[in-house]
């Protein structure tokens, strides 16, 4: 029996930097492990069911929370819903890392495989963090089911734009999130002032606040109360608490098993003037806003408009109804490497 998984990614961005790593990784796991390579999505559920045949007791994700996204997720699938999840350790060195951060889990790839090697050379088993994840449940626009797990999601107005800028950045990281509030921040008050005018100063720049703020025609419902707005400029969700480069959102969920919603109509000046609470850490704190815990959101687009929610970092389109409620715990030993 192996006791080690590992799908290795070699499209993110840590690993496009080592190209030897995948023999590296099938060194240190030797006999106990299996240790396969992934280039698409599609591949993952394969890669899974090798897992579950060799009774493989951890699956270990070389990738940011987008990989472990699409391995917990493949991993259901294969398992079943109701049936339990084996010891899921996320890497660190990703695009986005938070829930290896939520989990305390210390160390990159090969360091991680290392202790994890020793601890079963001497049989001293590993703490294991339970980690919240919320159940995304809906149809897309032609009616098709849609049904996720995750730990985050950004469903629209700013925070979904956010990652659409985001991404644009071909190595994207927390410089790249200070770049895009800068540039925010200063277009917004720029434009309010004749400085605008000048030669220098373009237009790009000038609208970059505009697609950021854009807002989203939407019904939303927490706990059964219909939020009083029409158009959005934040709907997000968070079932844990996660710090993404700079910033600290969720912090309401930071409280084991409470889902943290945003939802509002918020204007771009108390925006920017929240800025500060995101990289605190501290709740936002805006008129016409909803920050507050909860157990179910639902999401319905209106007209002809959609949902394109980013979950964990991957990027998804054309949904029209999205309901979100606490999803399965996952385990996650706590590896200091």
Partial sequence: ??????????????????QRKLDDLRRIVGPRGLVRQTA????????LREFIDNGVRYWVSDGGDGA?????????????????????????????????????????????????????????????????TMHLEGETLDGRPFDRIGFACAIAGVG???FDKYYMDELPGPQTILRIFGITIAGFFI????????PMISPDFLNYPDDLFRAKPARVFIDGEEMPWREY???????????LGNLKVFPLAAEPGRLNFHAGAVSPLDIVKNVPNLFAGRPIVADDFFDGGGEEMIVEA????????????????????????????VPVPRIQA
Avoid at 2 to 12: A, D, F, K, L
Avoid at 40 to 47: M, Q, S
Avoid at 303 to 329: A, C, F, S
């Fill in 1 to 18: 029996m192996r006791e080690i998984g590992v799908i290795t990614n070699p499209n993110s961005k840590k690993n496009r930097r080592h």
């Fill in 40 to 47: 698409t999505t599609e591949e993952i559920a394969d890669v």
């Fill in 68 to 132: 472990l996204h699409w391995m917990l997720n493949e991993g259901r699938r294969a398992l079943g819903a109701d049936f339990p999840l084996p010891l899921i350790v996320p890497t660190n060195g990703g695009t986005i890392d938070f829930v290896a951060q939520k989990a305390h889990v210390r160390g990159h790839a090969r360091s991680i495989l290392q202790t994890i090697v020793r601890s079963e050379e001497r049989r001293t088993p590993f703490d294991v963090v339970e980690v919240d």
């Fill in 160 to 162: 979904q734009n956010f």
């Fill in 191 to 198: 434009k309010m002032t004749p400085l605008q005018h000048l």
């Fill in 233 to 243: 400029r934040a709907i997000h969700a968070g079932a844990i608490d996660i710090h």
């Fill in 302 to 329: 209106l007209g002809t408009e959609t949902l394109d929610p980013v979950i964990d970092g991957e990027l998804y389109h054309g949904l029209k109804r999205l309901r979100i409620t606490p999803g399965p715990r």
